[in-house]
């Protein structure tokens, strides 16, 4: 009991990004740091009446403290900016852990077992041709067609992904990862724009599926999973038919156009151009120019879709109008208050 105590009240902490001195003042002084270090290695446990003034001071619930339940996410590729820092980086991590474990224990509620299979992994990626290669096979055997993805989010919640949005800072885009060895996860921020939500689930699904060549460096691999996600919303046989095979000018309305159809910024079209050889290095590079006064693309079009995951909410709907679960134990899935939960939940 202790040490599964100390472990989750370690990952509340880091789920708060906080000090053990900022946790002692949040309970304002109830105990000390020493009382706090040596609950965290397990060598005591508080009453009653500290562990519900902790669980209020990091925002779980006391029964937190001691959910057996427990995943570990590895091989993890995190896309942060320098200025996100090591303690919300951590935060992010142990929230993801967090709803991965309820999502997994709603599926065990529910006997669903999840089986992903990677129809390209014998491909090794050395460069852009295998990355089209790539792309083709996979939509081959995904069934996808070359038209526009109508829900890249949708579609990877379909093929047994795990995808998660979170409500993060704007240097945070997104990672990916495999829960206890075999669970494929996204991780989204639920504040971006629809195009760079897509853009980047099928950055982290290429890290997900694709073998890269121990040659690559990491840098490069980055380019090739961009390269990846761009040919999975616009495969280069529909992408030619758009523009055409050589170009020495385009037009702004042309590309925000495609934009609207195929859910891709003006940018990742003119980086794919350049990709494919429909554009020049230095037309690009003008471009580049351009667009650097305007990198939000507001006022250039958007993609008319929607772009969330639902899978979670859901089968909690269907767990809990199935009677499979409690309300009660539904709230707590969903880490909402009963009443909250009860006022959106309707069964008929």
């Known amino acids: 009991m202790k040490e599964l105590f ?172 495999w829960a206890d060895r075999k669970f494929p996860v996204i991780v989204l921020n639920q504040n971006f724009s629809i195009e760079r939500k897509r853009l980047t689930a099928l950055h982290e699904l290429g890290h997900l599926l694709l073998n890269f060549s121990d040659q690559l460096e990491h840098k490069e691999v980055e380019r090739k999973c961009f390269q990846f996600a761009a040919a999975m919303l616009i495969p280069e046989e529909t992408f030619k038919i758009e523009l055409g095979g050589k170009r020495t000018h385009i037009s702004l309305p042309e590309l925000v156009s495609i934009k609207e159809t195929y859910g891709i910024s003006i940018q990742a079209i003119m980086a794919r151009a350049k990709d494919l050889g429909v554009i020049s290095e230095h037309l690009f590079i003008n471009f580049r120019k351009w667009i650097s006064r305007n990198k939000t693309e507001a006022g250039l079009g958007s993609y008319i879709g929607k772009e969330n995951s639902n899978r979670f909410k859901q089968l909690l709907y269907r767990a809990a109008s199935e009677e499979v679960i409690s309300l009660s134990k539904a709230a707590n899935l969903s880490n909402q208050k009963l009443a909250a939960f009860r006022k959106e939940f309707v069964a008929i």
Do not use: C, T
């Not at 029964?63 to 200025?83: A, H, L, T």
């Open 6 to 177: 100390a472990k989750r009240l370690k990952s509340a902490r880091i789920l708060a990004a906080i000090s053990q001195d900022e946790l002692v003042a949040r309970i304002e002084g109830m105990v000390s740091k020493n009382a706090i270090s040596k609950y965290e290695r397990g060598e005591m446990m508080p009453n009653g009446k500290v562990l519900i003034v902790l669980a209020k001071a990091l925002g779980v619930k006391p029964d937190y403290f001691f959910r057996e339940f427990n995943v570990e996410i590895e091989q993890i590729e995190f896309r942060k900016k320098s200025k996100l820092g090591v303690k919300r980086v951590n935060a992010i991590r142990e929230k993801v852990v967090d709803i991965v474990e309820r999502y997994l224990e709603l599926e065990q509620f529910l006997s669903i077992k999840s089986e992903f299979r990677n129809p390209i992994a014998h491909l090794v990626i050395k460069n852009q041709d295998d990355i089209e290669n790539a792309v083709n096979l996979l939509l081959k055997k995904w069934k996808l067609g070359l038209n526009a993805l109508p829900n890249v989010i949708e579609l990877l919640e379909d093929k047994e992904i795990k995808v998660i949005e979170i409500d993060a800072p704007e240097a945070f885009d997104g990672f990916s990862g």
